[in-house]
């Protein structure tokens, strides 16, 4: 994503190229294509819903909070694909969607889409943006956590991804509600966002 004087980046712009690093780095991870709508649906807090809520918050540049909410079968076929991908047989694999085997997978997939994003943005907005370990709680369906940051001026989104076998899972983005223009020359630079192959190899993975 270039940045020009006459651009503006606004928190959807911000929201959509994390959703792309979602793409990008599940398909692939699991050799499946990964979509998402381009309805965007603005609402009011982040919620960790069933079957298995994850978030990873970061700091910096801006500051925000991503989740993303699995379905069982979803987090079970992200699982299987991903594992299969890295040579592991039927057998090998757990059937539990509860297991740590499970959450440990969707942890790793969600720091490799999450750092895929923070060398995107800090790139593109010529910042620096940190973010910390994914936090995973299996969660039973009367169940629904609302978690929050401190943000002077929230602006919470979100949107819906399908896998390959129509299984759908959620992300909520919550950021601070503001905007980025280009106030001078930017100087050129050789350092470039990794790809989710080199986020991966550089993973041992």
Known sequence: ?????????TCDDILLSLCDSVTQVLSTATGDKINYTPMIQKIT??????????FV??????SGMVVLNFPKETAME?????????GLSDSDLVSNYTSEEVSNTLGELLNQMVGNFTSKISSTLHG???QSQPKMLSLPHQVEISINMTLDRPEVSRITFFTAEGNVFYLELAM???EFKLAGEIESSSERALTPEEIMAEAGL
């Open 1 to 9: 994503m270039l940045i020009s004087k006459q651009q503006v980046i």
């Open 45 to 54: 807090n982040t919620t960790l819903r069933p079957d298995i809520g994850t």
């Open 57 to 62: 918050l970061f700091t910096g540049t801006f």
């Open 78 to 86: 992200l699982y299987r694909s991903y594992m299969k991908r890295m």
């Open 128 to 130: 620096l943006i940190n």
């Open 176 to 178: 601070d509600n503001t």
